[in-house]
């Protein structure tokens, strides 16, 4: 059964930082593109980054350079590190999968940031 659940979102303030897990179950990471949205209220979800089985990795343009986006195969575990926080970073974010070649997704059901100015 494939299964994706988000912990770590939290209050933080601005400039801070704060460390987002994925815990993946059902999920290969060798043939899903794994990666991190985030959908703040009243906009539509947007991609944030996203990490391929090879660790390639590409951002959002908007937290390129302040979000680091990793796996842990081992502890199938997909993290997200947020540095430099920003206002603008308010969202429910949501872990995905997406399998490679198929028309298959699978969303996780958020954990909420807040960063407070």
């Known amino acids: 059964q494939e299964q994706l659940v988000e912990s770590g979102g939290a209050l933080v303030q601005a400039g801070g930082s704060l460390s987002l897990s994925c815990a993946a179950s059902?999920?290969?990471?060798?043939?899903?593109?794994m990666g991190w949205y985030r959908q703040a209220p009243g906009k539509q979800r947007e991609l944030v980054a996203t990490i391929r089985s090879g660790g390639v990795a590409n951002y959002a343009e908007s937290v390129k350079g302040r979000f680091t986006i990793s796996t842990d195969i081992a502890k199938r575990t997909v993290y997200l590190q947020m540095n430099r926080l920003k206002p603008e970073d308010t969202a429910v974010y949501y872990c995905?999968?997406?399998?490679?070649?198929?028309?298959?997704?699978?969303w996780g059901q958020g954990t909420q940031v807040t960063v407070s100015s």
């Open positions: 995905n999968a997406n399998r490679i070649g198929l028309p298959y997704t699978y």
């Open positions: 059902g999920i290969s990471f060798s043939i899903h593109v």
